[in-house]
């Protein structure tokens, strides 16, 4: 089978995939609201093996999708975690079976403000139940059984991603070897809430969004465009800033316009309207509230009656300024007082928080090893 | 599994420290460098370890052997471990790089159930000559750092350690001294390169 593809795919590449669907009905919300129908995006490489240990979830960011690795047919960029996932990567697919789905309230496939409700027939927009993070990792959960899979080798991801593997260490805490989370908190700081609470006011307070409904009438770009900039400064550092725009000196010219004078500022405005194509507004306003009201905390967070034994490794990046590094050590903190077996690295980077999907080189050392030696474990012990 | 360890004087202590703490005991080392103590004590002794450790080169290395490892200053971290939840605390070559040594050894002592300690001993009768005679702040194979790249912040002698438990009344239960990587028990303060002490509240 030939690919027309205009770039080569490398040998350590998954190749060409496809996102594929999984749809179930009667999903009942932590707020006891009920969504009849529920589809799943999802994307799945490697081979399950026969004892059905050897899958691993990775969990995506506020704005990532289902497609992680590999390249969708057609398409000259990959997947979003691409350099992590593969032959011989971080997440190696010769020996694990990766999945990874779009979230609960998503845009890219699953279920969410952006789909039609089966009752009106119209999209729902904002008539879509609030969701947390529990449902969506109730709706992992669900697929996960629907792949034949009862315990995963591990849950991993970064930012909301590392909220969801918290959450999954929460939830089902007996459906999970363990957890890697990474750059992420077990709940957001008052910073972190209101950086998101100014993206939600930028895009509710566009003209176009009317409420949340605004499928027939034009989406409120400019709104999400700005939200979507303010959360690119918030992803750099003010060196990895310097580093990619620095200043020229005709940039310095006391004679200026309202046009992007800077490279900074062409960069930025480039993202916003790249991210207005491909994401929808009102996902935009029900993950940001789910991630500011995720709290693992709030309830009994691996009670000690339980007797529960995951395996966590614990990574953040020492220039994060967005998910400090402390918020880590707290996660630490709180998993050795409950007596969990936690390995924990904060890796020198001047990314920011970005440093998630950049410092490629020092994740896949700890977690390729990590995974190994557990798969190792596991294996010996049956 | 073999140690493998260049200076023979600690791969001796490390052997000790095997020793010491027995079969399937639990261990917390604390600066536990690359890992190579742990790693030994899980495979020849059975031994359930975590370690600290502050280098982050270090830690791919401990993570690369399985080891159970914190990114963190020994400093930073202490409060999280449950009174009595380790069988040992082991402070080898790591004493003298810590900043709150009296907070240190007192919350090590409330984790473990014992401390194991080992230390260069900074009075050894080579020290005393290379800063008698040359004038010269100590080179040796116990303390091979030159005083500007040294990470070493304390420099203490086997009697500055007897005498500062005694004053803090810790009970030294074990003690060896090794020499030439030999046992030695003639004056070691003067003779003795590295010092391992056992205590206990």
């Known amino acids: 089978m030939e690919h027309k593809l205009a770039i080569k795919i490398s040998s350590k590449n998954v190749g060409i995939v496809e996102t594929k669907y999984f749809t179930f009905n009667d999903l009942v919300l932590e707020n006891k609201h009920k969504l009849s129908q529920v589809t799943v995006a999802y994307e799945t490489y490697g081979t399950l093996s026969e004892k059905k240990d050897n899958a691993i979830l990775i969990a995506h960011a506020f704005t990532g999708d289902a497609h992680c690795a590999g390249y969708h047919e057609g398409d000259e960029k990959p997947g979003w975690w691409d350099s992590m996932i593969g032959h011989k990567k971080a997440f ?44 969506i990792v109730t709706v992992q959960k669900r697929l996960v059984e629907y792949l034949g899979i009862e315990k995963l080798l591990s849950v991993a991801g970064g930012s909301m991603g590392g909220m969801q593997v918290l959450q999954w260490a929460m939830s089902y805490p007996e459906n999970i070897c363990s957890a890697i989370p990474i750059a992420t908190t077990m709940r957001h700081s008052p910073q972190q809430i209101a950086f998101n609470e100014v993206g939600r006011q930028s895009v509710m307070g566009d003209i176009a969004w009317k409420y949340g409904h605004y499928y027939q009438t034009g989406n409120p770009d400019r709104g999400l465009a700005v939200a979507r900039m303010l959360g690119h400064i918030t992803y750099m550092s003010d060196v990895s800033m310097q580093k990619k725009f620095p200043i020229k000196e005709k940039e310095k010219s006391v004679k200026f316009d309202f046009n992007a004078d800077f490279e900074v500022e062409e960069y930025l405005r480039y993202r916003g309207s790249a991210f207005v194509k491909r ?104 | 599994m073999r140690l493998i360890v260049s200076n023979k004087n600690i791969l001796l202590s490390h052997l000790k420290i095997a020793d010491i703490v027995g079969i399937k005991s639990t261990v917390l080392d604390l600066g536990c460098g690359n890992g190579d103590l742990m790693a030994y004590l899980e495979k020849n002794k059975n031994v359930n370890s975590q370690g600290v450790e502050i280098s982050e080169d270090a830690i791919y290395k401990c993570v690369e052997k399985g080891l159970c490892v914190l990114h963190s200053d020994i400093d930073g971290v202490l409060d999280v471990y449950p009174s009595n939840s380790f069988d040992f605390v082991i402070l080898s070559q790591s004493l003298q790089q810590v900043k709150r040594i009296d907070d240190v050894l007192e919350e090590s002592l409330r984790i473990g159930k014992k401390v ?86």
């Open chain 2, 116 to 201: 194991i300690i080992v230390f260069p001993n900074f009075a050894h009768i080579s020290l005393r000559v290379m800063l008698f005679f040359k004038g010269r702040a100590p080179v040796t194979k116990s303390l091979p750092d030159r005083w500007n790249d040294t990470p070493n912040i304390r420099f203490l002698s086997i009697k500055d350690f007897q005498k500062f438990c005694e004053e803090k009344k810790y009970k030294i239960i074990e003690k060896y001294f090794i020499s030439n990587s030999k046992y030695t028990h003639i004056l070691p303060n003067l003779f003795a390169q590295q010092a391992i002490f056992v205590i206990t509240k």
């Open chain 1, 279 to 382: 994401f929808d507004a009102n996902t935009y306003l029900y993950i940001s509230k789910a991630m500011d009201h995720f709290d693992v905390q709030k309830e009994d967070f691996l009670p000690a009656e339980k007797n529960i034994n995951i395996k966590f490794l614990v990574i953040s990046f020492k220039s994060d300024w967005l998910y400090p590094s402390y918020q880590s050590e707290n996660i630490v903190k709180y998993l050795k007082m409950k007596g969990q077996y936690v390995t924990y690295c904060n890796i020198h980077s001047t990314y920011g928080h970005d440093a998630f999907l950049l410092e490629i080189k020092d994740e896949t050392n700890l977690i390729k090893n990590f995974l190994s030696n557990l798969y190792d474990e596991v294996n010996s012990v049956k």
């Open chain 1, 92 to 135: 190696d697919t010769d020996k694990y079976f990766v999945i990874c789905s779009n979230v609960l309230a998503g845009c890219q496939g699953t279920t969410g403000p952006s789909s039609i409700n089966p009752e009106t027939g119209k999209e729902y927009g904002t008539d879509f139940p609030v969701i947390s993070m529990a449902d």
